[in-house]
């Protein structure tokens, strides 16, 4: 007989306590022999090797496709948190969006995306070059196929709003943050990770708004995987977990 598996599974930090035990429930329904929940940006914390165990502040800034999770960790625990509905997949849809108002052309969620990775930049790129690229998609008004060149300015344009709500989900997080773990954030900087992390000139965007430095984490896509398995490998890190199976 093959042996259950152990899972963990991470989770926004704005779940209800019902959404978390959905979750668990359908994990031990799906055959797991004990299951774990772990708030991402813990996980993405744990992945990225910030001191969680410290008596000091880490700030995390995890983008991922659906949400856009900020927290300030110490002590082992997330001490304030927020998540924000607007990440990865809010900006594809702003991109489709302004495309279509300004050069009548609808693309999908797909092409979207790969505009954001080849493209995007929140901020001119460091080295002064400004890109293009040729897509192909739907004209708005007589629905035929159309291809148009867009430049990197227009991509730019249309995530200046997402960019502007995580600043300000960020500023009310760390508002929230007592003065000690603070002064530590703004010594430390924030961590900047996740796949929507990765967009280009980000790190020194936020880092000018928030007037603290913030780094990209260099594994900033498999963080919250290799925080997983931490707390799968290492039986204090299961202390972190928010509920487990008995």
Same mark, same amino acid.
């Given at each position: 007989?093959?042996?259950k598996p152990r899972i963990v599974i991470c989770i926004p930090c704005g779940a209800?306590?019902?959404?978390? *035990?959905?979750?668990?429930?359908?994990?031990?329904?799906?055959?797991?022999?004990?299951?774990?929940?772990?708030?991402?940006?813990?996980?993405?914390?744990?992945?990225?090797?910030?001191?969680?165990?410290? +008596?000091?502040?880490?700030?995390?800034?995890?983008?991922?496709?659906?949400? %856009?999770?900020?927290?300030?960790?110490?002590?082992?625990?997330?001490? %304030?948190?927020?998540?924000?509905?607007?990440?990865?997949?809010?900006?594809?849809?702003?991109?489709?969006?302004?495309?279509r108002d300004l050069l009548g052309i609808k693309i999908g969620e797909r092409t979207?995306?790969?505009?954001?990775?080849?493209?995007?930049?929140?901020?001119?790129?460091?080295?002064?070059?400004?890109?293009?690229?040729?897509?192909?998609?739907?004209?708005?008004?007589?629905?035929? +196929?159309?291809?148009? %060149?867009?430049?990197?300015?227009?991509? *730019?344009?249309?995530?200046?709003?997402?960019?502007?709500?995580?600043?300000?989900?960020?500023?009310?997080?760390?508002?929230?943050? $007592?003065?000690?773990?603070?002064?530590?954030?703004?010594? $430390?900087?924030?961590?900047?990770?996740?796949?929507?992390?990765?967009?280009?000139?980000?790190? *020194?965007?936020?880092?000018?708004?928030?007037?603290?430095?913030?780094?990209?984490?260099?594994?900033?896509?498999?963080?919250?995987?290799?925080?997983?398995?931490?707390v799968l490998e290492t039986p204090t890190a299961l202390r972190q977990t928010l509920?487990?199976? *008995?």
């Amino acid at each position: 007989m093959q042996a259950k598996p152990r899972i963990v599974i991470c989770i926004p930090c704005g779940a209800t306590s019902v959404e978390k *035990r959905a979750v668990f429930e359908a994990a031990i329904q799906a055959g797991a022999r004990q299951a774990y929940l772990i708030e991402e940006p813990m996980a993405a914390a744990m992945g990225a090797d910030l001191p969680v165990t410290e +008596p000091t502040g880490s700030m995390v800034v995890d983008i991922g496709g659906g949400t %856009t999770e900020v927290a300030v960790i110490s002590l082992g625990g997330i001490v %304030t948190s927020s998540s924000l509905r607007l990440a990865g997949n809010k900006m594809d849809e702003a991109i489709s969006m302004h495309l279509r108002d300004l050069l009548g052309i609808k693309i999908g969620e797909r092409t979207a995306e790969v505009i954001k990775i080849k493209i995007g930049s929140i901020l001119p790129f460091e080295d002064g070059r400004e890109r293009d690229m040729i897509i192909s998609g739907q004209d708005m008004v007589t629905e035929q +196929p159309k291809e148009v %060149t867009i430049q990197s300015e227009d991509v *730019r344009a249309a995530l200046v709003e997402p960019c502007e709500d995580m600043v300000l989900s960020i500023k009310e997080t760390f508002k929230k943050t $007592n003065p000690d773990l603070a002064s530590d954030i703004i010594q $430390n900087g924030i961590l900047l990770t996740g796949g929507g992390g990765l967009l280009s000139g980000l790190d *020194r965007y936020l880092t000018d708004k928030l007037e603290i430095p913030v780094w990209v984490s260099e594994t900033a896509l498999t963080n919250v995987v290799t925080g997983c398995l931490k707390v799968l490998e290492t039986p204090t890190a299961l202390r972190q977990t928010l509920m487990r199976s *008995r």
